[in-house]
């Protein structure tokens, strides 16, 4: 902290660009941290692509993101590294992602704060090190619900990463039960939250839906998220299929592999990938949002979804129960169509019970998982420990 800023460095999976969301939560995140002092370096080790791969959808995003970007006060560096199909798996992805970070040649930082405890929090531990000063680490879904379950070494690098840690927090208070299960280690829970400036001022449902060109005599049901299994789409489709001779229509907004399967259903529309502005415009436009995970950190767009004071039916999938919990949402068992079905018909049919929860919802959100409140518990945190490294 020569200059008197203090010098934070964040290892992510993600941070967005115009062409590809991917850590949009971290945006807004780390444009707070820069506004209250800090410098900010969030560095997204990413994956080197061979040639013959560089034209397919899947890769080529990696192959077009930026290797550095600059956001305002906030600088993004994109190192890649050696990768593999199911790294995960059967490759070690935190020592190939550090040797990418240390071939950067960074000055040396304050603070380092690695969000996803695998792999990145591992790197964090390991540039920490390197530099002798504290890190931080966040569990944020898959590093605790799935990556310590696939092999012995994941857990052991879990284990360690935690116990060195200056902090841990978790993404939700069932995550932080579950990290502290598995390592022995106290856990905060520190949702990154969400902000509420972009639900103020919307439109009304009628008003937005004309702007969208929605049909006025149908219930939309929203589902906002990737297209990817464990997100229950299967059983959404099914869900919708069961009510097709209803006013029930599925919006459904984002891209990935299970996109076909919606396809051709004239009882869904496939919006693909929105920017968060027009995600706000079909939430006040839409009756409901759908998610029916099979397991999640703590999913951003329920949060989202309860500012915008919309109705939410979900599972009781881990994350999702934490938001749904005490008659917020509905909830339904995981993998369970029928289910899904009447409790969607349900906010349909009992629209008050539905206003009920969904202001329930908006009150825990805005006390729980306030962004600015949140971000500010963090800024607090890299301080003292900045402070006890230079006494």
């Not at 009304?204 to 990817?228: F, H, M």
């Not at 945190?381 to 006494?391: K, M, P, S, V």
Request: overall charge positive; some cysteine; aromatic content about 6%.
């Amino acid at each position: 902290m020569g200059n008197g800023r203090l010098r934070l460095l964040v290892l992510a999976v993600g941070y967005p660009t115009e062409s590809y969301p991917a850590g949009a939560f971290h945006y807004e995140q780390m444009q707070l941290m820069a506004a209250s002092g800090i410098d900010v370096t969030v560095v997204v080790p990413t994956p080197w692509v061979p040639a013959p791969l560089r034209g397919t959808p899947r890769w080529r995003r990696y192959v077009e993101v930026p290797g550095r970007q600059t956001d305002g006060d906030v600088v993004v560096l994109r190192p890649r590294y050696l990768t593999f199909p199911r790294e995960n798996h059967w490759f070690v992805p935190d020592l190939s992602q550090y040797l990418a970070v240390r071939a950067l040649g960074l000055p040396r930082f304050d603070i380092v704060h690695g969000f996803h405890i695998l792999p990145l929090g591992a790197v964090a531990r390991r540039m920490a090190r390197h530099w002798s000063v504290p890190y931080v680490t966040t569990a944020l879904g898959d590093d605790i619900n799935v990556y310590p379950k696939l092999n012995a070494r994941n857990l052991r690098v879990l284990k360690r990463t935690v116990a060195e840690a200056a902090r841990t927090f978790a993404n939700g208070a069932t995550l932080a039960r579950a990290t502290e299960r598995l390592t022995g280690h106290p856990v905060a829970d520190l949702p990154l939250g969400v902000s509420a400036k972009r639900f103020t001022g919307r439109r009304n449902r009628g008003e937005a839906r004309e702007k969208l060109g929605w049909p006025t005599d149908r219930s939309i049901a929203l589902y906002v998220g990737r297209l990817v299994r464990g997100k229950g789409l299967e059983e959404l489709g099914a869900a919708l299929d069961s009510l097709r001779n209803t006013r029930v229509l599925g919006m459904v907004v984002g891209t990935g592999p299970l996109s076909s399967l919606f396809e051709g259903r004239t009882n869904v529309r496939c919006l693909g990938q929105l920017p968060p502005a027009s995600v706000a415009l079909a939430m006040a436009a839409a009756d409901m949002l759908v998610l029916p995970s099979h397991s999640e950190g703590l999913p951003t767009v329920l949060m989202e979804a309860g500012l915008a004071d919309l109705p939410i039916v979900t599972t009781d999938a881990p994350g999702c129960i934490d938001l749904a919990d005490e008659d917020r949402a509905l909830m339904v068992p995981v993998g369970d169509s029928v289910a899904l079905a009447q409790a969607i018909g349900s906010v349909m049919t009992d629209p008050e019970s539905a206003r009920a929860r969904a202001q329930q919802m908006r009150a825990y959100v805005e006390s729980h998982c306030n962004l600015e409140a949140n971000t500010a518990r963090l800024v607090d945190c890299y301080r003292e420990l900045a402070g006890q490294t230079l006494q």
